[in-house]
């Protein structure tokens, strides 16, 4: 080892020939790798439910880091992110019947060219909802949330965050998508409801603050992410990263992010909001944890109604009938 650092500056570039090699050779497609980035996000805590292949690429990443981090610690740093920030590839989904109905459209947000789906009711209400899925999500998945808005009088719309479905892009994180968020929200000149899941939800959250739409009710926040802190504390120890390279992992996403980590944090976000928000999170959920949702329980202000419900995790929880019947309520 003394000797590999004597000589890291001038064994880069061979070192990276050799993990390519060593990734080829295995052949580690990339949709395994995709798959990888998904049990990051999903899956924190084990490898349970993995493949020999797709454990062999966990073990390749945790690898690949830990070297980088021995020759350049802040490229280490900089590769974490750019794995930690990355969706997954997910099989396409089928069109439900009701985007057969939907007008499509376009919009550009810096450099992205977003796909969105917009519907229209018979009988308008002039009123309009955004529907905003979450990270490696889908708009499609909350299909069943339209018809009964349509009936209600509300246009609906959703758009495919960067790096999904027919939007462009390679990665999305907070930053990404408040930026968007905005953009869309600026667009179509404010909406009336929102339903965000996950990632969406607090990005929802970042938009509307940013914007100034802190009076905005009509809110429900589906499993959102809580606290940013704890994903990054757990994506470092799964991936087992050595404590000065998680350090310098979040020191970098600060310094990209322009604020510290306990910035982003959704209780902070919800007492400077105003409005009517429902927020509904599972107890075993595995991904957006409900140990980051209890701390806050004591201290959520009144404009606030938790329910909290068992069993559903983190993406069945919209499609249980008690809650999308609660949801719809809100507007």
């Not at 690429?57 to 350049?72: C, Q, R, S, T």
């Not at 409801?193 to 905005?216: E, N, P, T, V």
């Not at 004591?298 to 809650?323: A, F, Q, W």
Request: hydrophobic share 40%; with cysteine; charged share 25%.
């Amino acid at each position: 080892m003394p000797g590999l650092l004597q000589h890291a500056g001038q064994h880069r570039s061979h070192i990276a020939c050799s993990y390519q090699y060593y990734f080829h050779h295995f052949k580690v497609k990339q949709f395994r790798v995709l798959f990888l980035c998904a049990k990051l996000q999903r899956d924190m805590a084990t490898q349970r439910g993995m493949t020999a292949a797709q454990k062999l690429v966990v073990e390749y990443y945790k690898a690949k880091l830990n070297l980088m981090h021995v020759l350049n610690a802040r490229w280490a740093a900089a590769s974490a992110i750019d794995l930690f920030q990355k969706p997954y590839a997910r099989p396409r989904r089928k069109d439900p019947p009701i985007w057969k109905e939907a007008k499509r459209l376009r919009l550009n947000s810096g450099e992205h060219q977003l796909a969105g789906y917009h519907w229209l009711p018979k009988e308008p209400n002039g009123q309009k909802l955004l529907i905003v899925h979450g990270f490696a999500g889908s708009c499609k998945s909350f299909e069943k949330y339209i018809y009964p808005s349509l009936k209600k009088g509300y246009e609906v719309l959703a758009y495919d965050a960067p790096g999904h479905g027919k939007s462009n892009g390679s990665r999305l994180n907070l930053i990404i998508y408040k930026w968007v968020l905005e953009d869309i929200i600026r667009h179509h000149q404010g909406f009336d409801a929102y339903l965000a899941h996950s990632l969406g939800g607090m990005s929802l959250m970042l938009a509307l603050d940013a914007l100034g739409h802190k009076q905005q009710n009509k809110i429900a926040l589906v499993a959102p992410l809580v606290e940013v802190r704890s994903a990054t504390q757990n994506f470092s120890r799964f991936l087992q990263l050595p404590a000065n390279l998680q350090a310098l992992f979040v020191e970098e996403l600060e310094k990209r992010a322009g604020h510290k980590m306990d910035w982003f944090s959704l209780p902070r976000l919800l007492r400077e909001h105003q409005g009517q928000v429902l927020w509904v999170h599972d107890r075993l959920d595995d991904t957006t944890p409900f140990d980051d949702v209890e701390p806050a329980i004591p201290h959520l202000p009144g404009h606030v109604e938790l329910m909290v419900t068992e069993g559903l995790g983190h993406s069945r929880i919209y499609r249980d009938n008690k809650v999308r019947k609660r949801i719809l309520e809100c507007w």
